[in-house]
Structure formats: C-alpha cells, structure tokens
C-alpha cells in the first residue's frame, strides 16, 4: 500500500486516478483548494493548492508519490512550470516520486513529425494549456542534475481526446508509447479518464518510466 497525495483531486484526471488508487488499496490524500474532496474511506481531504511550497513539502515527506493533475496554465499565463523547482525539490527532500498529469500537446503525430500542437488543425482555444504543459514537460526533463539528483518523476500525457466531454469507460486494454501520438485503426486518439487512470496508477505501483514521459491510447 503507498500514500499518494493528489493535487486536483476533485478534477477529471485527479478524480480517475484517486478512485484507482483507492481500487488498489492506497491511501490518497485528496488536495483541491476547497477541501470539498470525498471523505471516504480511504481518503484524507486537505485545502490547499501545488504553489503552497510549505504544504507540498509537508505530503511530500508524508507521501510515497505526489501527483500533480492540475491545469497548466491560468488566464493563458503558465501556472505549473514556475513550480517545477520546487516540487522537484520537495519530492527529492521526502522521498516522494513526482507524477505528472500531462498533455497531449507536445506529442509527435509521427516519429520525426511535428508536435501534435504544431499541426494546422489543433484548436486555438486549447494552445495556451498545450504550450504550458509542454513546457512542464521540457522543465522536468532539464533539470539540474545535481541540484535534483534524489528527485524521480514521470510525466504522463493522454491521448488526444481526453477528458469529460469524452468520458469513455473502463476496458483495461489499451497501449502505451513513449513520445509518438497513439492513434487506432480509424486514426483516432482516445483515452477514457478510468483506463487513463489505471495506466497511472500502474506506474506507481511497478515504476518502468523513470524520469520519463510516456502516453497512453486504445
């Protein structure tokens, strides 16, 4: 059994993983800025958000893994990627892993393409979230070495449809790719929140991406 705190917990992605881990046998503190997540077994709620450095490194050093589901940008200005430092730094203090709800954004659409944001189709509306979190993803893969040397992470980005408008359901078969958008036979790519979340937690109970990013997509 590990603790995992989750910040956004309440959200699409923080609800998925939280029910997952609870499936397992993990205890999940469940962080949303209200406190209103789900007393359950299980479950701690806590009031707080991810730019509370003191409160970070306090689950970090209470955690096995922190999870990191929020969104990456606010009013189109990066929100995550400041913080990177110090949540690094925080898990690197506590012995926590770093696990990061990603986009889809900053895929490739084939081995050597473009970046699935770079594509003439990809919304306008969407580029703000997709660019923060791609530069999440450039930050956590550039980090000091040597000031973060204790700090593991894993970064993980769905496929390109992802989220409540399209809920899906759980199958528990699906694929997993490293930096090349995932597409099925049709040529779309989909993920429901509940097989998102399994492909998550399992990476949390049997690491294989260490300090890594890598997708997943039916």
């Keep these: 059994m590990a603790v995992i705190t989750v910040f956004g917990a309440t959200g699409y992605a923080g609800g998925h993983i939280t029910d997952e881990a609870l499936r397992r046998g993990h205890e999940v503190i469940a962080v949303n800025r209200t406190g209103s997540a789900e007393a359950r077994p299980g479950v701690t709620p806590v009031a707080g958000s991810v730019d509370d450095a003191a409160l970070v490194a306090d689950l970090a050093a209470k955690s096995d893994v922190l999870v990191v589901a929020v969104h990456g940008s606010v009013d189109g200005e990066p929100f995550l990627l400041p ?103 049709e040529g779309r790519s989909f993920i429901s929140g509940a097989d998102y979340a399994v492909a998550f937690v399992d990476e949390i109970d049997k690491p294989a991406h260490r300090k890594a990013r890598f997708t997943v997509a039916y």
């Design 83 to 185: 913080l990177v430092p110090s949540l690094l730094t925080a898990a690197g203090a506590g012995g926590a892993r770093l696990g990061v709800v990603g986009g889809a954004g900053s895929l490739s659409v084939a081995e050597g393409g473009p970046r699935l944001i770079d594509t003439p189709g990809f919304p306008d509306a969407y580029k703000p979230e997709a660019a923060a979190h791609g530069l999440v993803l450039d930050a956590l893969r550039s980090a000091d070495a040597n000031a973060h040397a204790d700090a593991d992470w894993f970064y993980v980005s769905p496929a390109a449809e992802f989220g409540a408008w399209v809920p899906g359901e759980h199958t528990g078969t699906f694929r997993l790719g490293d930096d090349v958008l995932l597409s099925d036979a």
